[in-house]
């Protein structure tokens, strides 16, 4: 499957931005669908993930912030960010894979989107 990442940008902090991640390829109706970011001089750490069933696990940092979603007619998965924080400023990646929602590892997931822009300015 191939994943195109998109939507990022330059928000205010206490602002909203709403991600996309589209898929071609195959459906991703029975994917795990995560979403990882890597910020400046970090390593890429796990935003989020959201089975096939609707069912969503979140890092704790984002939880209340953060919402995922995903349209399976669309072959699509979303990450709306309310009220970002500079902190939240990073790459941003889509990634599908399969199993359970708390799988947090980058090798738990086997296809990877190029990555989205989010800066967050105080």
């Known amino acids: 499957v191939q994943l195109q990442a998109s939507g990022g940008g330059l928000v205010q902090a206490g602002g909203s931005l709403r991600l996309s991640c589209a898929a071609s390829?195959?459906?991703?109706?029975?994917?795990?669908m995560s979403w990882f970011r890597q910020a400046p001089g970090k390593g890429r750490e796990f935003v989020g993930a959201i089975g096939p069933t609707g069912y969503i696990n979140y890092v704790e940092s984002v939880k209340g912030r953060f919402t995922l979603s995903r349209q399976n007619v669309k072959n699509t998965v979303y990450l709306q960010m309310n009220f970002p924080k500079p902190e939240d400023t990073a790459v941003y990646y889509c990634?599908?894979?399969?199993?359970?929602?708390?799988?947090?590892?980058?090798?738990?997931?086997?296809?990877w989107g190029q990555g989205t822009q989010v800066t967050v300015s105080s």
């Open positions: 390829g195959r459906t991703i109706e029975s994917s795990t």
């Open positions: 990634a599908a894979g399969r199993g359970s929602v708390y799988r947090t590892l980058l090798s738990q997931y086997d296809s």
